[in-house]
């Protein structure tokens, strides 16, 4: 699907816009940090978030320019906290690219984020959706202090996971979907539906996401969920596992990694994750239906059904 959206013209433009945005953004008199942060945005992700700011968009009355401003800040804003991750994490690549915290350090990562934190404001240069945007700038913060808090315990809960998931990861989609619609003012029950469709495709996103870090590698665990679970993160797999298998602890402190995932897939951890994240992109599709029949709503069909696909298709590995 996301190889479909390059053929849309409109889109594409639209994103560029974005990019190029981002990247004046990111013009300062260090020409390193420059430098970085232009790779960054050039060798970027799927801009998902700009994406859903946009598409939502068009199920409005109007289409002002501020929409762009708004979309580039809250991708940057997302970049910012990548960039905090992998200092977090240790991650020493992101995307194919060395990280920012591999490359320079983890002082210079930190000024790196919050300088892109900081440029996001200043584009938004007092726009009366910058208190929506901090709001939901708190709940990535909130998310993150959760899950750091959170490292090492045992008693972990599915709750406490979807708080996580909800506040780091979810709020952002919400957001994007929120403002796109409340930018081009969109009726109200519109915008609440897009709203909710936003919130529940960040959910799945998230939840697909560590799932795909135990399926993508059939010999052994990936890198970075080794690493994950030496530092203390447990996400659904190994907490819906614990739930049958309290055993699954003493193989993550021995690092026996092999075998912790044997038991993920033996006791049906990752099945049953993966059904979590099929509930709520079903809940998004659902929305979706009781959309106005424009172009943009089979666009957003297409990007549920793409998530949908990522599913089924980790249920066979």
Same mark, same amino acid.
């Given at each position: 699907?996301l ?6 013209? #409109? ?10 945005i ?8 260090h020409?390193n ?6 790779d960054?945005?050039l060798k970027?992700?799927k801009r998902?978030?700009?994406?859903? %700011?946009?598409?939502?968009s ?15 800040a ?6 910012? *906290?990548?960039?905090? $991750? $992998?200092?977090i994490?240790? @991650? /020493?690549?992101r995307?194919?690219?060395?990280t920012?915290?591999?490359?320079l ?5 930190? =000024?790196?984020g919050d &300088?892109?934190m900081?440029r996001s404001f200043?584009?938004?240069n ?5 208190g929506?945007? %901090? ?5 990535? &913060?909130?998310g993150?202090m %959760? ?5 090492y315990?045992?008693n *972990?809960s599915v709750?406490k996971?979807l708080?996580?998931?909800a506040?780091?990861?979810a709020s952002l &989609?919400?957001l994007?979907?929120?403002? #796109?619609?409340?930018?081009? /003012?969109?009726?109200?029950e519109?915008?609440r539906?897009?709203?909710r469709?936003?919130?529940? =495709? #960040?959910l799945?996103f998230?939840?697909?996401d $560590?799932v795909? !870090?135990f *399926?993508? !590698?059939?010999e $052994?665990?990936g890198?970075?969920?080794q ?5 203390? &993160?447990y996400? %659904?797999?190994?907490i819906?596992?614990a739930?049958?298998?309290l055993g ?8 026996n990694f092999k075998e912790?995932? +044997?038991?993920?897939?033996?006791? /049906?951890?990752?099945? /049953?994750t993966?059904?979590?994240?099929e509930r709520? +992109? ?10 106005p029949?424009?172009?943009e709503?089979?666009?957003?069909c297409g ?5 949908s696909n990522i599913?089924k298709n @980790?249920?066979?590995n």
């Amino acid at each position: 699907m996301l190889e479909k959206l390059k053929s849309n013209s #409109g889109l594409v433009s639209d994103i560029k816009h974005i990019e190029n945005i981002m990247l004046n953004c990111v013009k300062n008199r260090h020409a390193n940090v420059e430098q970085l942060l232009s790779d960054m945005i050039l060798k970027g992700g799927k801009r998902l978030r700009p994406l859903f %700011l946009i598409l939502c968009s068009r199920f409005g009355r109007s289409k002002p320019d501020e929409l762009y401003d708004v979309a580039a800040a809250i991708e940057m804003i997302h970049m910012a *906290t990548l960039i905090h $991750d $992998d200092i977090i994490d240790e @991650a /020493k690549v992101r995307r194919g690219q060395i990280t920012a915290q591999s490359k320079l350090g983890k002082d210079y990562a930190v =000024f790196l984020g919050d &300088f892109l934190m900081n440029r996001s404001f200043m584009l938004l240069n007092g726009s009366s959706y910058t208190g929506d945007i %901090l709001q939901s700038t708190e709940k990535v &913060f909130y998310g993150e202090m %959760l899950q750091f808090n959170n490292r090492y315990k045992k008693n *972990t809960s599915v709750a406490k996971y979807l708080r996580v998931a909800a506040n780091k990861t979810a709020s952002l &989609f919400e957001l994007s979907c929120y403002l #796109g619609s409340k930018i081009s /003012k969109c009726d109200e029950e519109v915008s609440r539906r897009l709203r909710r469709i936003g919130y529940y =495709f #960040g959910l799945t996103f998230q939840i697909t996401d $560590d799932v795909l !870090d135990f *399926t993508s !590698d059939e010999e $052994d665990l990936g890198k970075d969920v080794q690493n994950d679970l030496k530092m203390g &993160f447990y996400t %659904l797999p190994v907490i819906y596992t614990a739930r049958k298998d309290l055993g699954i602890w003493d193989l993550i402190e021995e690092e026996n990694f092999k075998e912790v995932l +044997i038991r993920i897939k033996e006791f /049906k951890g990752l099945n /049953k994750t993966i059904g979590l994240a099929e509930r709520y +992109i079903e809940k998004a599709a659902c929305e979706v239906e009781s959309l106005p029949d424009i172009p943009e709503k089979e666009i957003i069909c297409g990007l549920i059904l793409h998530m949908s696909n990522i599913l089924k298709n @980790a249920h066979h590995n």
